[in-house]
């Protein structure tokens, strides 16, 4: 896990950070919360999540505390389907590249 750090965004900095948190707490308070927008939050904060996350010193409480939305089932079914998507590319990509070495060198077959 440690060695999928992502970058922040460039549009993003601490400030911005943390108003995406401190929007997304309040939002977890609402009837009717306005999940694109909190697709587009979970977004933004993917780095500083996993930063968080990685660095192996949260508890699970502490990280809910942050981002309520993890343990949202919808929000929960929207990460694994963008991990799923990343996951999808990287094997694209991993499939161009040996397709791309002679045939005798390929390594996935």
Same mark, same amino acid.
């Given at each position: 896990?440690?060695?999928?750090?992502?970058?922040?965004?460039?549009?993003?900095?601490?400030?911005?950070?943390?108003?995406?948190?401190?929007?997304?707490?309040?939002?977890?308070?609402?009837?009717?919360?306005?999940?694109?927008?909190?697709?587009?939050?979970?977004?933004a904060?993917?780095?500083?999540?996993?930063?968080?996350?990685?660095?192996?010193?949260?508890? +699970?409480?502490?990280?809910?505390?942050?981002?309520?939305w993890?343990?949202?089932?919808?929000?929960?079914?929207?990460?694994?389907?963008?991990?799923?998507?990343?996951?999808?590319?990287?094997?694209?990509?991993? +499939?161009?590249?040996?397709?791309?070495?002679?045939?005798?060198?390929?390594?996935?077959?």
């Amino acid at each position: 896990m440690a060695n999928y750090k992502p970058s922040r965004p460039c549009s993003e900095d601490d400030v911005s950070i943390d108003a995406h948190i401190s929007w997304m707490q309040q939002e977890t308070k609402k009837r009717k919360p306005c999940h694109e927008r909190v697709n587009l939050a979970m977004t933004a904060t993917l780095a500083d999540r996993r930063h968080l996350i990685t660095k192996g010193t949260a508890t +699970v409480k502490e990280i809910g505390d942050v981002y309520p939305w993890l343990f949202d089932e919808e929000e929960v079914y929207f990460q694994l389907l963008f991990l799923y998507i990343i996951l999808k590319v990287i094997c694209e990509v991993m +499939v161009c590249i040996n397709e791309s070495i002679p045939s005798e060198q390929n390594y996935i077959k």
